[in-house]
C-alpha cells in the first residue's frame, strides 16, 4: 500500500478502522490517502497530470470525515476526466470569490488556509494567524487588500514595535506571505509594502531577554534531586540529559526508541513541517536507563502522558522549577549544556551546535555535508551524564 493507490480500487479503509490505524500513509484508493501523523492527520488526493505528480490537501480528519473525503476525491477524479487539473480549479475558484470580498480579512483567512498543509497539525492550534488576527484584523480587516500603504502598516504595528517586538515581528512576517498570496491571486497589491513598512518603522529600541538558565553546578544538583518515577521527574531528567527542546521530549514515544538511539520525526522538531528530516540522538547510559523507567508508565505509547490525557505540558516542567524556587527555565538547559560543552570539552563548533539540533552553514553546506556527527555526539553525551551525576568530569 505504501506510496502506491490504485485508481480504480476505492473504499479499501474500512471506517472502523481509521483509529486504530498506525502512523503513515493510508492509502483508500482512487488517487485518496489518508496520512496518520501524531500532530494532526490529513486528508490528500494524490494524482498524476501532464507527466507531473501532485498533492492536493483535503483537509484534516478532525473536521473532514471519510465519506467527505472520498467525496472530495471524486471530484477531484471527474476533473481530471475532464482534462482539468483539481489544484489549478480550486486556485482559480478562490480567484473567483476574492473578486467577491477582497478585503484583508478574507484575504488572510485564505492565505492561511493555503499554508495550513505545511504548518504542524494543519494549523488547528491556529499560532500562525494569531499575530495578525490580534493586532492587525481589528484594525485593518476590512480595508481592500490593494489599498493597504505602509502608512497603514506603520500604524498598526508601531505601538509593538518596542514593547512586543517578536509579536510586532511575526505579524509582519504573516503580512508578507498573505501579501504574496494576494499577488499569486492577481489582486493589484504593493508587494513591497511590507519591507516598506520596515523601513519606517526603523531599527527597534527592544532588548531581548535571555532564557534564564541555571549554572552547570545547580543543574546537576537539580537533576539528582529527580528521584522519583513521576513523568515530570523523568521528562526533566531526559530533558536535561539531550539539551533538546521541550516539544520533542515530552512527546516522545516508545517506538521512536531503538537500542541507544532515539529517532525524533521531523514534524517534532523545530522547522517547517515536511522540510525538517528526523533527528537522530544518542542516548547516555544514562538516558537509556531514564527511558527504560519512563517505558514502565508510559500511556497510549507516550513516555511522559499526562494525568487525564495526552502528554505532559510544558507549563508542567516550568511549574515544578518555580516550586522549587530555581532560577531558570526548562528551556535554559539548552544553554547550559552548550555553554559546559565549550568551556570544559574540546568539542567541534559543529558538533556541539548538532547536539542541541542547531543548523550551522549555508543552505548549499548542508546539502552537501549530511553527517549529523552521531558518534562523535555520542562521547560527549556520555561525558554530560556522567558530570551531571557527579561521576567524573570538570565542575
Given at each position: 500500500?505504501?506510496?502506491?493507490?490504485?485508481?480504480?480500487?476505492?473504499?479499501?479503509?474500512?471506517a472502523?478502522?481509521?483509529?486504530s490505524?498506525?502512523?503513515?500513509?493510508?492509502c483508500?484508493?482512487?488517487g485518496?490517502?489518508?496520512n496518520?501523523?501524531?500532530?494532526?492527520?490529513?486528508?490528500?488526493?494524490?494524482?498524476?497530470?501532464?507527466?507531473?505528480?501532485?498533492?492536493?490537501?483535503l483537509?484534516?480528519?478532525q473536521?473532514?470525515?471519510?465519506?467527505?473525503?472520498?467525496?472530495?476525491?471524486?471530484?477531484?477524479?471527474?476533473?481530471?476526466?475532464?482534462?482539468?487539473?483539481?489544484?489549478?480549479?480550486?486556485?482559480?475558484?478562490?480567484?473567483?470569490?476574492?473578486?467577491?470580498?477582497?478585503?484583508?480579512?478574507?484575504?488572510?483567512?485564505?492565505?492561511?488556509?493555503?499554508?495550513?498543509?505545511?504548518?504542524?497539525?494543519?494549523?488547528?492550534?491556529?499560532?500562525?494567524?494569531?499575530?495578525?488576527?490580534?493586532?492587525?484584523?481589528?484594525?485593518?480587516?476590512?480595508?481592500?487588500?490593494?489599498?493597504?500603504?505602509?502608512?497603514?502598516?506603520?500604524?498598526?504595528?508601531?505601538?509593538?514595535?518596542?514593547?512586543?517586538h517578536?509579536?510586532?515581528?511575526?505579524?509582519?512576517?504573516?503580512l508578507?506571505?498573505?501579501?504574496?498570496?494576494?499577488?499569486?491571486?492577481?489582486?493589484?497589491?504593493?508587494?513591497?509594502?511590507?519591507?516598506?513598512?520596515?523601513?519606517?518603522?526603523?531599527?527597534?529600541?527592544?532588548?531581548?531577554?535571555?532564557?534564564?538558565?541555571?549554572?552547570?553546578?545547580?543543574?546537576?544538583?537539580?537533576?539528582?534531586?529527580?528521584?522519583?518515577?513521576?513523568?515530570?521527574?523523568?521528562?526533566?531528567?531526559l530533558?536535561?540529559?539531550?539539551?533538546?527542546?521541550?516539544?520533542?521530549?515530552?512527546?516522545?514515544?516508545?517506538?521512536?526508541?531503538?537500542?541507544?538511539?532515539w529517532?525524533?520525526?521531523?514534524?517534532?522538531?523545530?522547522?517547517?513541517?515536511?522540510?525538517?528530516?528526523?533527528?537522530r540522538?544518542?542516548?547516555?547510559?544514562?538516558?537509556?536507563?531514564?527511558?527504560?523507567?519512563?517505558m514502565?508508565?508510559?500511556?497510549?505509547?507516550?513516555?511522559?502522558?499526562?494525568?487525564?490525557?495526552?502528554?505532559i505540558?510544558?507549563?508542567?516542567?516550568?511549574?515544578h522549577?518555580?516550586?522549587?524556587?530555581?532560577?531558570?527555565?526548562?528551556?535554559?538547559?539548552?544553554?547550559?549544556?552548550?555553554?559546559?560543552?565549550?568551556?570544559?570539552?574540546?568539542?567541534?563548533?559543529?558538533?556541539?551546535?548538532?547536539i542541541?539540533?542547531h543548523?550551522?552553514?549555508?543552505?548549499?553546506?548542508?546539502?552537501?555535508?549530511?553527517?549529523?556527527?552521531?558518534?562523535?555526539?555520542r562521547?560527549?553525551?556520555?561525558?554530560?551524564?556522567?558530570?551531571?551525576?557527579l561521576?567524573?568530569?570538570?565542575?
Amino acid at each position: 500500500m505504501k506510496g502506491i493507490c490504485n485508481m480504480r480500487a476505492l473504499n479499501r479503509i474500512p471506517a472502523t478502522a481509521i483509529k486504530s490505524l498506525p502512523l503513515g500513509k493510508h492509502c483508500d484508493g482512487g488517487g485518496l490517502w489518508l496520512n496518520k501523523r501524531n500532530e494532526g492527520s490529513s486528508w490528500f488526493f494524490r494524482y498524476t497530470i501532464a507527466g507531473h505528480r501532485r498533492e492536493m490537501g483535503l483537509g484534516s480528519l478532525q473536521n473532514v470525515s471519510l465519506k467527505q473525503a472520498r467525496d472530495l476525491a471524486e471530484k477531484c477524479r471527474t476533473r481530471l476526466g475532464d482534462g482539468l487539473d483539481p489544484i489549478k480549479q480550486r486556485d482559480k475558484q478562490l480567484r473567483e470569490q476574492s473578486k467577491l470580498d477582497t478585503t484583508l480579512k478574507t484575504i488572510a483567512l485564505q492565505a492561511f488556509e493555503s499554508k495550513k498543509a505545511e504548518l504542524r497539525g494543519d494549523g488547528a492550534n491556529g499560532r500562525w494567524f494569531t499575530p495578525i488576527g490580534l493586532h492587525v484584523i481589528p484594525k485593518l480587516g476590512n480595508y481592500p487588500v490593494e489599498e493597504i500603504t505602509q502608512r497603514d502598516l506603520e500604524r498598526v504595528i508601531k505601538p509593538l514595535w518596542n514593547t512586543k517586538h517578536e509579536t510586532a515581528r511575526k505579524a509582519l512576517n504573516r503580512l508578507n506571505v498573505i501579501i504574496k498570496y494576494a499577488a499569486a491571486l492577481g489582486l493589484n497589491v504593493d508587494i513591497g509594502v511590507v519591507d516598506k513598512a520596515r523601513q519606517l518603522l526603523g531599527p527597534t529600541r527592544h532588548q531581548p531577554e535571555k532564557m534564564p538558565a541555571l549554572s552547570a553546578i545547580d543543574t546537576s544538583e537539580f537533576y539528582q534531586s529527580l528521584s522519583d518515577l513521576s513523568p515530570t521527574h523523568l521528562c526533566m531528567k531526559l530533558l536535561i540529559l539531550t539539551g533538546l527542546r521541550s516539544r520533542p521530549v515530552r512527546h516522545a514515544r516508545a517506538d521512536q526508541f531503538d537500542g541507544d538511539v532515539w529517532t525524533i520525526p521531523g514534524e517534532m522538531m523545530k522547522g517547517k513541517r515536511g522540510r525538517t528530516p528526523d533527528f537522530r540522538v544518542p542516548l547516555s547510559t544514562e538516558a537509556q536507563s531514564v527511558v527504560a523507567d519512563a517505558m514502565r508508565i508510559s500511556r497510549d505509547g507516550f513516555l511522559f502522558p499526562s494525568i487525564r490525557k495526552g502528554v505532559i505540558s510544558d507549563s508542567t516542567l516550568s511549574k515544578h522549577m518555580r516550586d522549587k524556587e530555581l532560577a531558570g527555565v526548562p528551556h535554559g538547559f539548552r544553554s547550559t549544556l552548550r555553554t559546559w560543552l565549550t568551556d570544559n570539552t574540546d568539542i567541534p563548533f559543529e558538533v556541539a551546535e548538532m547536539i542541541i539540533a542547531h543548523k550551522t552553514g549555508s543552505k548549499v553546506a548542508r546539502a552537501y555535508n549530511r553527517t549529523d556527527y552521531l558518534e562523535q555526539r555520542r562521547h560527549y553525551m556520555e561525558m554530560w551524564a556522567d558530570f551531571l551525576v557527579l561521576k567524573t568530569g570538570p565542575r
